[in-house]
């Protein structure tokens, strides 16, 4: 299926009644002011043009390619951007199927929300012509946040570039342009034949979740170096800030890195040093931009754990202390109506049974038979001795007595 191109949009909308869905013909197109026919903006796969509805602008985007224009894909960013908080940071897109007559048959359209402001690269070349350094550096942290903010919502644009951001009078960015975007939804389906910019990406880029990570360092360090000295000179052609394809491969001698190297700046110098390494054949985005640039001890690309046979890894992780849960004791019978300790609050270490100690009715049945011993003894010697008739009268009694009381008592 071949789609309308650039001419055929421009001669359908001077047309009246080129409008099928009841919303879009009460739209008015902007027109130009003096030549007065409608002045859209042409990307690589669609044409935009301005419309206003009760004096409320908005943008009407027409599909020139036909892999670039799917309802399906178009429904699910809608609800993405909504549930995960986006709305302030993109250009809000609904898809309307079968929306203009062009060439005898009807096309979809993408209605969106209208974003006053200029792209970054221009909004970039004013704070450069007026060399605004701080306003480039607070750009530079704005930047990061929106990446970090998208990143964190599970989104991809798969294009960021100095065309697809949008820059206010106070400095917001949002983004436009989502062909080639990723959400979790996508996962599953082939990836899009658009590849982003060639001054922003890898080549052979894998289309995913982290495809954000390169393009957003290769802005972000523009950005912070711009910032440190807005004299870029003749590295800016109108497709890029400051880098562009033929400075993502080594030996990284070309006037782009000279011009940073001359800054010797130490932010830019580690910037630098890591736009370097993301460069190396095979490397891939693994996490976010904020991940990247998190300070670390070493380069989060160099913590992978290596291992040679013999020898222990180069980083070991610190080992995980079990959780220890009290397991209870057994269970023991027990007579009902019986009192209960909860074991958990309750529960004692067992007592040891006590030494058995001699008692004092022990103590006194030996007294009292020596006792009654000595009195017979000295019967033995003088039966008429003071005290003898008495001292076995006594022991033989208490001797008695104490001998009765134990076997009652077990003592």
Known sequence: MRYPGFDDYMKAVQQPDVFTADELRRLELVVHPVFGIPSPASGTSAVVFKATEAGEAGALRFFTRADAGNGRRYTALHDHFVTRDLLGVVALPRWIDDGIRVNGRTWPVVRMQWVEGHTLTRHVDDLVSRQDTAALARLAVTWRELVDRLQRADFAHGDLQH?????????TMR????DCSWIAAFASSAPPSETGHRNYQLANRPWGRWMDTFPGLVVYLSLVALARNPERGALSTGENLLLAQQDFRPPFDT?????????RDSRVDELADRLKRCCSPGWTA????DYLLAPSVAPWWERTPT???GTAPTEVPAPRVPLVVPVPPPAEPRNEGAPT???WKEQTAPVPPARRRPGTPAVVAVASLLGAVTGLLSLAVDFDAPGGPIAVALGVVVFGVVVLVGLLKGA
């Open 341 to 343: 300790a909860v074991w």
């Open 286 to 289: 693994t996490g976010g931009l």
């Open 255 to 263: 006037p782009a890195w000279s011009f940073l190297s001359s800054l």
């Open 307 to 309: 291992v040679v046979p």
């Open 175 to 178: 983004l436009v342009d989502f």
């Open 163 to 171: 065309g697809n951001v949008l820059v206010d009078e106070h400095g």
